[in-house]
């Protein structure tokens, strides 16, 4: 009777270790590693041209998803500009998140319709002068190039003084596109025209975006369809020391199935004894 008795607690014993029991609680720390990528998106007219499908805006925002993807542990924050800057997304790890915010995203959300990437580059400036504290600070310049700057010089100035690293990504082509000009129920009314009456094309300023990487110690990357163009961004990233964000504490329940497996494990040895 004791033999069985013994037994039949050890199987209980196995049931209940198999089950994962857990009571207790154990505060852990998780040290959050990683580097910071600001994205200055241009959301200026011209980048409703369609030599990108289903335009260079919408095709810029599948790429910064595409992005995402590939990276880690990064934090990274959205800047968009086209007259003035604005801060969209402050830096975050919730990638989810971004791209909830980044799917709101459309030229009308700044209604000047040129491009000032010394705005967007000030406004760079004034982010990362927050945490000077940072070794690395990546800035990620998002535009088809058009620049209307009236003070480019001084914004590159500051951006070097503060040890900005600047990516350029081109989103155009060379030969360029009409811009689409939309009523305000959003159907299309043809085209932009210039001063001369003639449509007007918008094209890469590729080589203004080259200067703009050379200065800053960053790199161009010219869009592409293929996945080519990001995983350049992401070598380039990715080249970079991680730097600790900060600590985040949580709780988790201690195991408590080896008290089971013991007992059950004593059951049996003294089963056996008693044979």
Request: charged letters at 30%; hydrophobic letters at 45%.
């Amino acid at each position: 009777l004791i033999r069985l008795l013994l037994l039949a607690f050890a199987v209980v014993c196995i049931v209940l270790a198999l089950l994962r029991p857990q009571w207790g609680k154990k505060d852990e720390k998780a040290v959050q590693e990683g580097r910071d990528l600001l994205v200055l998106l241009d959301i200026s007219r011209s980048m409703r041209a369609a030599d990108f499908k289903p335009n260079r805006l919408e095709f810029a925002k599948l790429k910064l998803k595409t992005l995402l993807s590939k990276f880690e542990c990064e934090r990274v924050g959205l800047v968009l500009f086209s007259g003035s800057a604005f801060v969209h997304t402050p830096m975050t790890r919730d990638f989810r998140a971004f791209e909830l915010f980044l799917d709101q995203v459309d030229v009308e959300l700044i209604s000047s319709g040129t491009t000032a990437i010394d705005r967007a580059m000030m406004k760079a400036v004034d982010v990362f002068s927050r945490s000077e504290d940072r070794k690395n600070k990546l800035v990620l310049l998002v535009t088809d190039g058009e620049d209307f700057s009236v003070n480019f010089g001084l914004a590159k100035q500051k951006a070097k003084e503060l040890g900005l690293r600047v990516i350029t990504y081109g989103v155009g082509t060379t030969d360029g596109a009409p811009v689409p000009k939309f009523k305000s129920d959003g159907t299309q009314a043809g085209h932009e025209v210039g001063d001369d009456g003639k449509i007007a094309m918008s094209k890469l300023g590729e080589e203004q975006l080259k200067m703009i990487s050379n200065s800053l110690d960053g790199i161009f990357v010219r869009s592409s369809y293929s996945d080519g163009d990001v995983d350049k961004i992401v070598e380039y990233v990715s080249g970079f020391e991680r730097e600790k964000f900060g600590e985040e504490s949580f709780s988790i329940y201690e195991e408590r199935y080896p008290i089971f497996t013991g007992l059950a494990a004593a059951c049996l040895a003294l089963e056996w004894l008693l044979w």
